[in-house]
């Protein structure tokens, strides 16, 4: 079974351009998590989706930050302007959805440097 | 609000001696507990979870964890560790009826000869 894929593995870029980042999920799994992972803190949920609905998006910096499920498939992420504050590892996970408390499937993630 | 303490940053073990990471969590309901390992430039493996039932767990690569309701914890447990076990190990907490899981801070494990 292949695993939750995302690219680009890394990206340098300066302030205040944009940045986007990809994540296929595992086949048929209908919920899509995007995680920020800082350097020497846990990951914490930006956005989830259920199909291509989001969830929860409630710690999302919408200002900066969006993302999509077009067809709750794969899923992109973006920022647009980037701050410093946002380097950081971007895991993306899957899950099949169901509520019950299964597992959740990480990619390897994307690791931003905003310089 | 739930949450996930991990009071050791970082610990260091020989190789051969047993392990054990605390992990403390708050949630007013029955907690999903789950035990989470990352190696370098890696994404995040899963190495046991607690829903219900038996609260002593057993995971993958030896590792076992025990879920005690009156102290809030579900620490991870390992008899004997090897060189490989060096890695970065998150406790995570999620609800009932959603997967959006809440990690805590790490603890990151070195092994020494």
């Known amino acids: 079974e292949a695993g939750v894929a995302q690219s680009p593995r890394y990206k340098i870029i300066e302030k205040r351009q944009s940045v986007a980042f990809w994540c296929n999920p595992i086949?048929?799994?209908?919920?899509l998590y995007w995680y920020q992972q800082i350097l020497g803190q846990g990951p914490k949920l930006l956005i989830q989706f259920q199909n291509n609905g989001v969830v929860d998006d409630s710690q999302l910096p919408k200002d900066r930050f969006s993302a999509e499920r077009l067809k709750g498939v794969d899923s992109t992420l973006k920022i647009q302007p980037a701050k410093l504050e946002d380097s950081a590892v971007y895991l993306c996970?899957?899950?099949?959805?169901?509520?019950?408390?299964?597992?959740?499937?990480f990619g390897q993630g994307t690791r931003l440097t905003v310089v | 609000a739930q949450s996930v303490t991990q009071p050791d940053i970082h610990i260091t073990v020989s190789e051969g001696a047993s392990l054990e990471l605390r992990c403390n969590y708050s949630y007013g309901a029955t907690p999903y507990l789950f035990w989470y390992v990352q190696s370098p430039g890696q994404g995040l493996q899963l190495l046991l979870k607690?829903?219900?039932?038996?609260?002593l767990v057993q995971g993958i690569k030896g590792f076992e964890a025990e879920f005690k309701r009156s102290q809030s914890s579900f620490n991870l447990r390992k008899p004997s560790v090897h060189w490989s076990d060096a890695a970065e190990y998150f406790c995570a907490v999620a609800r009932f009826g959603n997967e959006k899981l809440t990690f805590g801070t790490g603890t990151r494990l070195t092994i020494i000869p």
């Open positions: 086949s048929g799994h209908a919920t």
């Open positions: 607690y829903f219900s039932g038996d609260t």
């Open positions: 996970a899957s899950t099949h959805g169901t509520g019950g408390g299964t597992e959740a499937f």
